[in-house]
């Protein structure tokens, strides 16, 4: 597994270059083409989105835990 954390368009077109051209060297080589494979992409919005998000519901539950029980 590769992760790749997409902050510019830019990068990406860069990233997607070298996965094609590590993945051409590997095939002319003889070797297992795996360069361009099993990659997760994702965007730093996203993870700052789910950040925020695992945040609120983790003090969602400190505040259910921590109220006193009838």
Do not use: H
């Not at 954390?5 to 996965?19: G, L």
């Not at 099993?38 to 950040?51: L, R």
Request: with cysteine.
């Amino acid at each position: 597994m590769r992760l790749w954390v997409d902050r510019k368009a830019k990068s990406r077109i860069e990233i997607d270059a070298m996965q094609k051209t590590a993945a051409a060297d590997q095939a002319e080589n003889g070797l297992p083409v795996t360069a361009d494979k099993n990659w997760i992409v994702v965007k730093s919005e996203d993870i700052q989105s789910y950040q925020r998000s695992a945040t609120t519901t983790f003090a969602s539950v400190l505040a259910c835990s921590s109220s006193p029980r009838a």
